[in-house]
């Protein structure tokens, strides 16, 4: 049993401490930049600032999987804001995401140029210009847009709850590890029962949902994400292990992996795109 009477909360917070943990140091309650900055303008008309984590992969798988479909138009120059030495908070990168967070995307096709934040915006945004990976048809977009808007209200309790408590908190206490716990296990029953009579999130058809959920729930079953494979019993949803297995295998998927990723501080954290033809 924890503790419950270790803290009372005051009247009014104040923030007088770092709260600890592996992002202590970038994590505090208000917003805005916190030093000048200018981000890179590469060629192509799509800038990407982001970072390969599970959402910043969500945007460069679609735009591997745009350019494999030959959308040319979809060429992109990738830049990595690294979080963990607060770049999200640079002037310029506040500027694309005033919720200071990856991925941020600048369309500079349109005049003026075109600012799109949170990750799920820019799937549907991009599938909406380009017209792939978002069904037409009302029924399978209405199945489409509620599992992408599942994806992006459900892994918070996953990454933020689950993720934050588990494995970067810097004391572990057993209420919120259950807590949270219990919930990231109900959500992958809930994908789980979802994909037992259908290859894809809405059926038969690989959407900007599946690119969504992969990265979070995929990298919980194949990757071990959190070192937690073993506590959530993560194998024996089987039918998420088929599908994330299915989409790991695309070479689409592969490559977006390796965009924005932080290699090692003597390695180059720029990927600039190149032409369609480029790409094999």
């Known amino acids: ?31 805005g930049a916190t030093q000048d900055q200018e981000l890179p303008v590469g060629k192509h008309p799509h800038q990407l600032y982001s970072l390969a984590t599970p959402n910043g992969v969500k945007v ?51 005049s003026p140029p075109t600012r799109v934040f949170e990750s799920g915006a820019i799937l549907v945004y991009l599938a909406e210009k380009f017209d792939a990976f978002l ?6 977009r209405a199945e489409c847009m509620s599992w992408l808007f599942w994806q992006m209200g459900a892994t ?12 970067y908190a810097p004391e572990k206490f057993e209420y919120p590890i259950n ?21 894809y999130l809405i059926g038969d058809e690989y959407t900007i949902a599946d690119m969504a959920t992969y990265p979070w729930y995929g990298g919980l079953v194949l990757a071990n994400l959190y070192s937690a494979e073993e506590f959530l019993e993560a194998k024996s949803y089987t039918n998420v292990v088929r599908w994330a297995s299915e989409i790991e295998k ?24 190149h032409d369609a033809s480029d790409l094999d």
């Open 1 to 31: 049993m924890t503790d419950s009477s270790a803290y009372t909360p005051p009247k009014v917070w104040e923030w007088d401490a770092e709260s600890g943990g592996r992002f202590a140091n970038i994590n505090r309650p208000i917003s």
């Open 179 to 199: 807590r949270f716990t219990m919930e990231v296990k109900r959500q992958l029953d809930v994908l789980d029962r979802n994909l037992e009579k259908r290859q």
């Open 135 to 140: 069904p037409k048809d009302p029924i399978p």
């Open 250 to 273: 695309r070479p689409a998927v592969q490559r977006g992996q390796r965009v924005n990723k932080v290699w090692g501080p003597e390695e180059e954290r720029v990927l600039e795109r």
């Open 156 to 167: 918070p309790y996953l990454g933020g709850g689950f993720g934050h408590f588990y494995a």
């Open 60 to 110: 460069t798988v679609m735009f591997e999987e745009l350019l494999a479909l030959g959308k040319k138009e979809a060429e992109y120059d990738a830049y990595t804001i690294n979080i963990l030495e607060g770049q999200q908070f640079g002037s310029d990168f506040v500027a694309a995401n005033p919720n200071s967070k990856i991925p941020a995307l600048v369309d500079h096709s349109t």
